[in-house]
């Protein structure tokens, strides 16, 4: 099992590239979810959310699982908390196109997205650092990347209403 934790920990692998796995690993969330939304029209909301909820749930456990295999409390191979905060933005774009509220090119909203993401997950805003720093364990490791999901999810809602 603890091999399974890992793969799914290290996003299959993606967090032992050795430049910016954080970034690559987002970056292919963004791909991956864009091309399953907008080209393969693989449009269920629902199950998005509970994919999305069970996901989360079983990360908690598979990243306290696969810590050990890593030297550091906070191992830069662990990205599955990327795919997690990158994924909720774009859960969120998903919605607001299926209820006609995005008023620029769905692509704008997709590399917002992807942006706004990066840009809270490496500069810690607080509550990001808050979990950042308060918990060197497999909570802090997911929940700063959730907060930082939840912020990029308030800017690309602003940005839908806005524009």
Partial sequence: MKK?????????????LTKIPGTVTSLVTTVFLYIAYEHLEYTDLKFSLIFFTLLFFYSFYAVKDAESEFKNK????????EVLGQAMPLILVLYLSQNNQLRLSIEIYYL????FFRF?????PFPVSY?????????GIIMDDIMAGL?????????????
């Fill in 4 to 16: 399974i934790n890992v793969l799914v920990s290290t996003f299959f692998g993606y967090g032992y």
């Fill in 74 to 81: 906070d191992p830069r191979q662990i990205v599955i908390d």
């Fill in 112 to 115: 917002l997205s992807f942006i």
């Fill in 120 to 124: 809270f997950d490496i500069l810690k």
């Fill in 131 to 139: 979990f950042d720093k308060n918990f060197k364990n497999y909570f």
């Fill in 151 to 163: 912020y990029s999810m308030i800017l690309i809602y602003l940005i839908s209403l806005k524009f």
